[in-house]
């Protein structure tokens, strides 16, 4: 597609449940990012991954947070036994490499709410 | 790494004030430094970018500064209207060698209300 894709859009979910969240980034992007914004707050940095590169993943606020990138390519994120506190919007980002000063592209998001 | 501290956290202004909003960074090393806007239920879209060598930058009614030695940046928008309102980040990035390579380190936001 032309920009960032995320889905699903919208994840409700049971405490205690596990969730996957998917993003699709720009066909040639190199950096993939992770955010989380919760209501009216700013980004909070989760993860970035950077061609073959270690990912960085200082920003995950648990060891209930993971993340994958398969083929360089699709991510996701993944949040096992999901508490209230993990209900967000959860952003992924894509540019051209990271030592490039370029423009990183939003997806519009995935709002989790756990109930 | 890298910390990002903008302000104000809300402005409220009047339809064809303008605006400025205020970025400082700690990295020496970050020398990328974009302006994103977002508006309700939107993902962040880049707005305006400086790299660091260069001063100042300008497009249309945006405007961005850079002040390396202070380590500061500002968003100054001119002539505001309603379609202005919205949440602005200001972000900072180092490249090879810097101590946060790569990742964007964003500002806490702030609330742009344009009234008319």
């Known amino acids: 597609g032309a920009g960032v894709s995320q889905s699903p859009s919208n994840k409700v979910t049971e405490k205690g449940k596990d969730v996957e969240l998917r993003c699709d980034p720009i066909?040639?992007?190199?950096?993939l990012y992770w955010y989380r914004q919760s209501l009216g707050q700013g980004l909070e940095f989760l993860i970035y991954?950077?061609?073959?590169?270690?990912?960085?993943k200082s920003g995950l606020p648990s060891d209930r947070f993971s993340a994958e990138r398969t083929g360089g390519s699709v991510s996701t994120l993944t949040i096992q036994r999901t508490q209230q506190e993990d209900s967000a919007v959860y952003l992924c980002a894509s540019s051209f490499g990271g030592g490039k000063n370029t423009e990183a592209f939003f997806g519009q998001g995935t709002r989790l709410t756990v109930v | 790494g890298e910390n990002v501290e903008q302000h104000p956290s809300t402005l409220s202004v009047q339809e064809g004030d303008s605006a400025v909003i205020k970025c400082t960074y700690s990295d020496s090393a970050s020398n990328y430094f974009p302006w994103y806007k977002q508006e309700l239920g939107k993902g962040p879209q880049l707005i305006i970018d400086?790299?660091?060598?260069?001063g100042e930058k300008k497009d249309q009614r945006i405007a961005v500064t850079l002040n390396k030695t202070a380590k500061h940046f500002s968003l100054h928008i001119t002539e505001t209207q309603p379609e202005d309102s919205a949440v602005y980040f200001c972000?900072?990035?180092?490249?090879?060698?810097?101590?946060?390579?790569?990742?964007?380190?964003f500002g806490q936001g702030t609330i742009l209300t344009v009234h008319p």
């Open positions: 972000a900072a990035r180092a490249n090879a060698g810097g101590t946060s390579y790569g990742k964007l380190t």
């Open positions: 400086i790299r660091s060598n260069v």
């Open positions: 066909s040639g992007h190199t950096a």
């Open positions: 991954f950077q061609g073959n590169s270690a990912p960085d």
